[in-house]
Every structure is written in C-alpha cells, then in structure tokens.
C-alpha cells in the first residue's frame, strides 16, 4: 500500500524521467532520450516535486544538480524500474505449455479428415500438436473415460460396444466401391460386380483394427458366402499396390478413392447388391463433454468432416 497520497500521482514515465535526469543533468538530453517534449519532462519533474516535497533537481549553469534527496532516493527508483523489469523477465521465461490432443482412429479418418483438422489447428494455434494412434480391435473405452485418449473415432452403426460413460455422434456415412483387377468381375447393366465373381476373386483389405474379419466378411457371413483373403495389410494403399500386380480385388470406401493413387489398370465397379456401408462416429467421455479441449477438438472435428 502507498504510505503518502502524492504517491498515487506518479507513473512509471515519472520515475524514468528521474532517473534520466540524475544520468543526464539535462531536461533537453532526457526529452530527446526519451522522445518526449521538454513540457512533458517539466510535467513529470512537477509532480516528482509534489510527491517528494523537495525541488529535487536544482538548475545550475545549464545543468541540473541532484538535491540530496534526490540522492537518497535514487536507489530506491533504480530498485522500482529493476523490479518491473524482472516481472516482465519473469513472464517471457515462463516454459511455453505445449499441448497435445489424443485421438485414436482407423486410417479413414486419417486420410480424410486430419490434413483438414491439422490445417485449422495451425491456423489457429501455435502450442497444440495432435497424437493419432491407431484404433485396435476394439475402442479404447477405459482410455476414454479417464481421459489419456481424448477422442476415438470407430465405425458404426453400432460396430462397437459402447460404454454407459460415453458419447458418440456419427460424422460422415459412406459406402463401398471395388477395386479389382481380377479376370472376369465384369459389371452387369448397372455397374454392379457379380457377388460369385466377387467371391471367386481373391482379395486383400487393410485391418483398421486387430481382427481376422471385417464388416465384409459378417455380411458375407449372413448371406452364406466366403471370400478368400490373400492379404491382409496395414493400409489401403498398399492393397492398392498389390491389386496392381495381382489380380485381386480391394473394397474401397468411396470417399477414399480421390485421396489414393489408383493404377489405370484397375478397374472401379460397383459392390455386389446388398453390400454394407457404414458410418464413422466420434465417441468421447460423458464425464469430459464440459472440458474446453473436448469441446474445441470436436468441434474442429465437426467443422472439418
């Protein structure tokens, strides 16, 4: 608290203003110094006076001597300006907080989505970086509910088993088309690949999670048919790769087929009748949807999809 009311009058130009004045000896020196007009440094030294009830500076041949008050407290201002200085010093060298979002998702999303996310992100931010790890054979719900992922990203409707402490909402919903370069998949009138040619070709897919089968192969499974997988890879493209120099047949959501480098020679045809599509959903923590990194990783996710 100021022990003297004076005290209130003074700001921090009033203090440079004397200690320039104590360097300099000079009211012209320090105007020009600190790029301020002469009537601005007489103000100053008005209200110094006031506050001090002293003339402190006592013009002399052209000079200005320090009174000895002037010279008492001169170290106490140098300790004032010190002192802010620090506080200023202190703020800059404050480690810079570097935050990281975690998302667990299949490659579709990755593909899909995240170069859109990531471009918002760094527009928007300077400290956030995203962590994508790939979705297993199930969604990390234990992960979710305690917060070290902070969003997972599954197929639907109704692929996964969900938790009482989650929430989802569905993002985008796509189909399939059939990449093949198998001899004799022919498409009929309307496009569509025969279902026993497609069953008779072999074929690859990419493992968006850790499991044997996929949403195909119940499908198949429902209307009693098999495929025979030649392999099983961990991306699309590289299923696109090998029905290059294969004959082999790849299921392709739809929306992926733009963002992936597909050989002339492969053929795009319409699934067999029947074939299943599905819907990305976004699944999160009941107990996080207040937290503000949730609700502005979601809605960057939404804005984006």
Not at 168 to 192: E, M, R
Request: charged content about 20%.
């Amino acid at each position: 608290m100021l022990c003297n009311n004076h005290l209130k009058q003074l700001d921090f130009q009033d203090i440079v203003v004397f200690l320039n004045l104590m360097e300099l000896r000079s009211a012209k020196k320090t105007a020009e110094l600190m790029n301020v007009s002469q009537p601005t440094i007489s103000y100053c030294l008005k209200k110094l006076r006031e506050c001090f009830d002293d003339i402190l500076f006592i013009p002399t041949d052209g000079s200005m001597s320090p009174s000895k008050k002037a010279e008492r407290i001169t170290p106490y201002m140098r300790m004032t300006v010190e002192s802010i200085n620090q506080c200023v010093d202190s703020v800059e060298s404050i480690p810079f907080e570097q935050k990281v979002w975690r998302i667990c998702a299949p490659e579709y999303f990755e593909l899909c989505l995240i170069p859109n996310i990531l471009s918002s992100i760094n527009q928007k931010y300077s400290n956030i970086s995203l962590e994508v790890q790939r979705l297993g054979q199930d969604l990390p719900l234990d992960k979710l509910v305690v917060g070290d992922i902070d969003i997972a990203i599954g197929f639907g409707p109704g692929y996964h088993q969900l938790h009482p402490n989650l929430n989802w909402k569905s993002l985008v919903s796509d189909d399939f088309c059939c990449l093949t370069t198998y001899q004799g998949a022919d498409p009929d009138i309307n496009g569509y690949m025969d279902i026993d040619f497609f069953c008779d070709s072999p074929h690859v897919f990419p493992t968006p999670w850790i499991s044997e089968k996929n949403m195909v192969d119940g499908w198949l499974d429902k209307i009693g048919k098999k495929r025979m997988v030649l392999a099983r890879t961990n991306s699309y493209q590289s299923c696109i790769n090998i029905i290059d120099q294969i004959p082999a047949t790849l299921c392709l959501p739809r929306k992926l087929v733009p963002l992936l480098n597909i050989p002339e020679n492969v053929n795009i045809l319409r699934p067999p009748l029947g074939f299943p599509s599905f819907t990305l959903d976004m699944v999160w923590s009941r107990g996080r949807s207040e937290s503000p990194d949730i609700k502005e990783l979601k809605k960057l996710i939404i804005g984006n999809k």
